[in-house]
């Protein structure tokens, strides 16, 4: 292959290293290809708002994607869980490497499990997924908005700004910090954000030769359980704010989904398996069960 495939990425320290995990990928499958990297400046490394306040899903993406439409990238590499589930024209999804662990992890000083926190410790997070669920775990835990990439929020912990704050663990192995965990949720303590532990390699659908190199490295059973969690964001029409977690998993020739929402009332959960061929049309019963008005009981029910 004599083409030269410039790959385009975030400038964060967590970025750059999931480009290394793919060119590394991609020069065992392709020995003899050349790659040029090209850092890109995203909406949402430039602005100190609350995600919230500056568009949600998208704001790590969007500008990537635009290099990718305008050819000055040929392939663009994503953590999945920043991707909106619905791509823009003329995009797509070429592969979806080995996932890593999908599974929330807690950093604190002096390694504190999360029962040992004080009262009302400060947590930091920009995720309304995890802040419902942590004050499911914890309703005396204050909960604040965070920024910053991955060593910022723990130097914040280190300076005693925040008692602790919640990261993926995907990341944190990615970065080799994985031992600064002091507690690793349970999927039933804290069900990850849609695609959590996943790239996502994108690139231009009228680029086949593009699309043919990149799907070397594509992992089926990743790619199969992620796009399940996609079809359920993209049902529920959600954005990164949106109190919402999803986790699909392949078992034998089924896939069982878990799901859930943050509502006024509390955390609706949603689980149940169906045979693989079924996952998509699941994902999606699962999120109109998420956001179904509520069962009032009548007195004869009571």
Same mark, same amino acid.
């Given at each position: ?86 791509? =823009?024209? *003329?995009?797509?999804?070429?592969? @979806?490497? +080995? !996932?890593? &662990?999908?599974?929330?992890? $807690?950093?604190?000083?002096? #390694? ?80 990850? =954000?849609? *695609?959590?532990?996943?790239?996502? @390699?994108? +690139? !231009?659908? &009228?680029?086949?030769?593009? $699309?043919?190199?990149?799907? #070397? ?86």
């Amino acid at each position: 292959m004599t083409r030269t495939f410039v790959i385009g990425a975030r400038k964060s320290q967590l970025s750059l290293r999931q480009v290394d995990i793919v060119v590394t990928a991609l020069r065992a499958a392709h020995p003899d290809c050349v790659t040029q990297f090209r850092e890109i400046t995203t909406q949402g490394d430039t602005s100190i708002q609350p995600l919230s306040q500056i568009g949600g899903l998208g704001v790590f993406t969007k500008a990537i994607e635009d290099a990718l439409l305008s050819r000055e990238i040929d392939i663009a590499v994503h953590s999945l869980k920043d991707l909106p589930p619905l791509l =823009a024209d *003329g995009l797509v999804l070429g592969a @979806v490497p +080995v !996932r890593g &662990d999908v599974r929330d992890v $807690l950093i604190t000083r002096g #390694a504190r499990p999360l029962a040992q926190l004080r009262r009302g410790a400060r947590i930091g997070t920009g995720s309304a997924r995890r802040a419902v669920q942590l004050k499911a775990l914890r309703p005396d835990l204050d909960i604040a908005d965070i920024r910053g990439n991955v060593p910022t929020r723990m130097a914040k912990v280190e300076s005693s700004e925040y008692d602790a704050v919640v990261l993926a663990l995907a990341g944190l192995e990615r970065l080799m910090l994985a031992e600064k965990a002091a507690h690793i949720f349970s999927l039933e303590e804290m069900t990850p =954000a849609v *695609g959590q532990g996943a790239l996502g @390699v994108e +690139v !231009r659908a &009228d680029d086949a030769e593009a $699309l043919e190199f990149v799907s #070397a490295i594509d992992h089926e059973a990743s790619r199969v359980a992620v796009t399940a969690e996609r079809a359920l964001l993209e049902r529920l029409g959600a954005g990164c704010m949106m109190p919402v977690g999803a986790h699909a998993m392949l078992i034998g020739g089924d896939m069982q989904i878990r799901a859930i929402l943050g509502r006024e009332n509390g955390i609706r959960v949603s689980e149940r398996m169906a045979p693989v061929k079924n996952a998509l049309a699941l994902a999606r019963q699962l999120a109109d069960e998420l956001v179904a008005p509520a069962v009032v009981p009548t007195p004869d029910d009571r």
